[in-house]
Protein backbone atom coordinates (compact mmCIF):
# COMPACT_ATOMS: atom_id res chain seq x y z
CA UNK A 1 0.00 0.00 0.00
CA UNK A 2 1.34 3.44 -0.98
CA UNK A 3 1.28 6.49 1.14
CA UNK A 4 0.11 9.92 -0.02
CA UNK A 5 2.02 12.58 2.40
CA UNK A 6 0.38 15.16 4.20
CA UNK A 7 1.23 18.17 2.55
CA UNK A 8 0.31 16.80 -0.93
CA UNK A 9 -2.93 15.74 -0.04
CA UNK A 10 -3.71 18.86 1.88
CA UNK A 11 -2.41 20.88 -1.28
CA UNK A 12 -4.89 18.98 -3.63
CA UNK A 13 -8.22 18.91 -1.06
CA UNK A 14 -7.46 22.58 0.55
CA UNK A 15 -8.56 24.94 -2.52
CA UNK A 16 -11.39 22.54 -3.18
CA UNK A 17 -12.84 22.97 0.63
CA UNK A 18 -12.47 26.71 0.45
CA UNK A 19 -14.40 26.66 -2.89
CA UNK A 20 -16.84 24.59 -1.71
CA UNK A 21 -17.08 26.78 1.31
CA UNK A 22 -17.42 30.08 -0.19
CA UNK A 23 -20.11 28.55 -2.60
CA UNK A 24 -22.31 26.99 0.31
CA UNK A 25 -21.91 30.58 1.96
CA UNK A 26 -22.95 32.94 -0.68
CA UNK A 27 -26.23 31.28 -2.01
CA UNK A 28 -27.80 31.85 1.39
CA UNK A 29 -26.32 35.27 1.56
CA UNK A 30 -27.91 36.33 -2.04
CA UNK A 31 -31.34 34.64 -0.93
CA UNK A 32 -31.72 36.43 2.25
CA UNK A 33 -31.59 39.81 1.06
CA UNK A 34 -32.60 41.80 -2.19
CA UNK A 35 -31.78 45.14 -2.43
CA UNK A 36 -33.15 47.16 -5.15
CA UNK A 37 -34.18 51.03 -6.00
CA UNK A 38 -33.24 51.85 -2.26
CA UNK A 39 -35.34 49.71 -0.58
CA UNK A 40 -34.42 46.38 0.81
CA UNK A 41 -36.25 43.53 1.48
CA UNK A 42 -35.38 40.97 3.58
CA UNK A 43 -36.18 36.82 2.65
CA UNK A 44 -38.69 37.19 -0.78
CA UNK A 45 -39.35 39.37 -3.44
CA UNK A 46 -40.75 43.04 -2.65
CA UNK A 47 -44.23 42.48 -3.79
CA UNK A 48 -44.98 39.39 -1.67
CA UNK A 49 -47.87 39.66 0.68
CA UNK A 50 -46.02 38.39 4.08
CA UNK A 51 -43.25 40.82 3.31
CA UNK A 52 -46.48 43.29 2.89
CA UNK A 53 -47.59 42.48 6.29
CA UNK A 54 -44.47 42.30 7.81
CA UNK A 55 -43.72 46.34 6.52
CA UNK A 56 -46.87 47.25 7.62
CA UNK A 57 -46.83 45.64 11.02
CA UNK A 58 -42.99 47.37 11.61
CA UNK A 59 -44.85 50.80 10.90
CA UNK A 60 -47.71 50.23 12.79
CA UNK A 61 -44.85 49.30 15.99
CA UNK A 62 -42.90 52.52 15.19
CA UNK A 63 -45.57 54.32 15.48
CA UNK A 64 -46.93 53.19 18.74
CA UNK A 65 -43.44 53.53 19.66
CA UNK A 66 -43.48 56.70 18.48
CA UNK A 67 -46.45 57.60 20.37
CA UNK A 68 -45.39 56.35 23.37
CA UNK A 69 -42.34 58.52 23.40
CA UNK A 70 -44.21 61.25 22.88
CA UNK A 71 -46.72 60.52 25.93
CA UNK A 72 -43.39 59.89 27.76
CA UNK A 73 -41.79 63.73 27.01
CA UNK A 74 -45.18 65.28 27.26
CA UNK A 75 -44.77 64.08 30.50
CA UNK A 76 -41.36 65.13 31.59
CA UNK A 77 -42.18 68.41 30.24
CA UNK A 78 -45.35 68.75 32.47
CA UNK A 79 -43.19 67.70 35.42
CA UNK A 80 -40.18 70.45 34.54
CA UNK A 81 -42.55 72.90 34.15
CA UNK A 82 -44.63 72.15 37.46
CA UNK A 83 -41.08 71.91 39.27
CA UNK A 84 -40.08 75.43 37.70
CA UNK A 85 -43.00 77.40 38.52
CA UNK A 86 -43.00 75.93 41.81
CA UNK A 87 -39.01 77.26 42.25
CA UNK A 88 -40.44 80.50 40.99
CA UNK A 89 -43.58 80.95 43.41
CA UNK A 90 -40.77 79.81 46.47
CA UNK A 91 -38.51 83.10 44.90
CA UNK A 92 -41.86 85.00 44.66
CA UNK A 93 -42.60 84.04 48.21
CA UNK A 94 -39.39 84.42 50.14
CA UNK A 95 -39.54 87.75 48.89
CA UNK A 96 -42.36 89.00 49.38
CA UNK A 97 -42.83 91.66 51.38
CA UNK A 98 -45.80 90.11 53.37
CA UNK A 99 -43.86 89.09 56.93
CA UNK A 100 -46.27 86.36 57.20
CA UNK A 101 -45.45 84.78 54.17
CA UNK A 102 -43.63 81.51 54.47
CA UNK A 103 -43.06 78.88 51.90
CA UNK A 104 -44.64 75.48 52.65
CA UNK A 105 -42.18 72.72 51.07
CA UNK A 106 -44.17 69.54 51.56
CA UNK A 107 -47.68 71.61 49.55
CA UNK A 108 -45.06 73.48 47.66
CA UNK A 109 -47.32 76.74 48.72
CA UNK A 110 -46.69 80.01 49.58
CA UNK A 111 -49.18 80.49 52.93
CA UNK A 112 -49.90 83.00 55.69
CA UNK A 113 -48.46 82.20 59.24
CA UNK A 114 -51.61 83.46 61.03
CA UNK A 115 -54.35 81.61 58.88
CA UNK A 116 -52.56 79.11 56.98
CA UNK A 117 -54.17 80.05 53.84
CA UNK A 118 -52.65 80.22 50.42
CA UNK A 119 -51.41 83.95 49.34
CA UNK A 120 -50.33 85.17 46.20
CA UNK A 121 -46.95 87.60 46.73
Not at 48 to 73: C, G
Amino acid sequence: MKTIPINRLMSGILPIALLLLAAAWQAPVQAATNCAGGTCVFGGNSNSAISNEEARQSKEEWDDTRMLRKKVNTRVEKQFDKFDSAIDTRDNCDKSTNLNAYWEANTQRCLDRKTGRQINP
